[in-house]
């Protein structure tokens, strides 16, 4: 049976703060150590870049003039755009209080995952960005912890309402499960199926961790049968040329 075990305690994170170890004992005080084959811890981007001080004040950012340009637009501050396309690659689409982008990560997102939400008390019009490389840190916490680590943020989805979980960083797990060639119970064959694993989990764990106040930055889901083998959650990122709605 697959259970999500939200896990609590772990506080307010700051930047240098030892993760693996407020993880651990976040682990320890729910009863769920030693962690066993198919646990796969998921942690939230926020507590991911607190911790590696991903924090920028905007009071210290010069807009340029295509941030102005746009600000106009998405009436947006300019110093804020300003820090969106410092973390963009291309701008997709601007318009009245949107501002979508593609991240430098591959990502096409809202204001270059860029945030104000839940970053704790601080001086300054403070922001938080994404991690600089989200596999390397979900790598860094596995090795730690001797898990499977999903790191998770929220996206929005192209003609849908609302957000939900994504994985942008992994470690320990096939991010992408290829299952083209095998069977289905008919015995066709399956011809363009790829699962988005790290995804799926980080959208069942996004059931405990929430979205506002619930103040429940990682999850640990039990009992999975994972495949065999690891990508990291960049392999879930469809290049370029393969986009079909440029």
Not at 194 to 221: K, W
């Amino acid at each position: 049976m697959i259970a999500i075990h939200p896990l609590h305690g772990i506080g307010e994170v700051m930047p240098g703060d030892d993760l693996v170890s407020l993880l651990k004992g976040a682990l320890a005080s729910a009863d769920l150590l030693p962690l066993a084959p198919g646990d796969v811890l998921v942690v939230t981007q926020k507590i991911v870049s607190k911790a590696e001080g991903r924090f920028v004040d905007l009071a210290g950012v010069e807009p340029r003039a295509e941030a102005a340009r746009l600000a106009a637009i998405t009436r947006k501050p300019p110093n804020f755009v300003e820090q969106v396309l410092a973390e963009a690659s291309a701008v997709v689409r601007a318009a009245p209080n949107v501002l979508i982008t593609r991240h430098r990560l591959g990502h096409v997102m809202a204001n270059s995952g860029i945030d104000r939400s839940n970053i704790g008390e601080g001086d300054g019009d403070r922001v938080l960005l994404l991690p600089v490389d989200p596999d390397a840190s979900a790598a860094r916490i596995g090795d730690g912890l001797g898990c499977a680590v999903v790191i998770s943020d929220s996206f929005g989805r192209p003609w849908r309402y609302g957000v939900t979980g994504v994985a942008i960083g992994a470690s320990g797990l096939l991010s992408l499960v290829d299952r083209r060639g095998e069977r289905d119970r008919d015995g066709r064959m399956l011809e363009v199926t790829q699962v988005a694993l790290a995804d799926s989990i980080a959208c069942a764990a996004g059931l405990a961790t929430g979205e506002g106040a619930e103040s429940v930055p990682a999850v640990l889901v039990r009992g999975l049968v994972l495949p065999e083998g690891a990508s990291p959650a960049t392999a879930l990122v469809r290049p370029l040329e393969e986009d079909l709605f440029r």
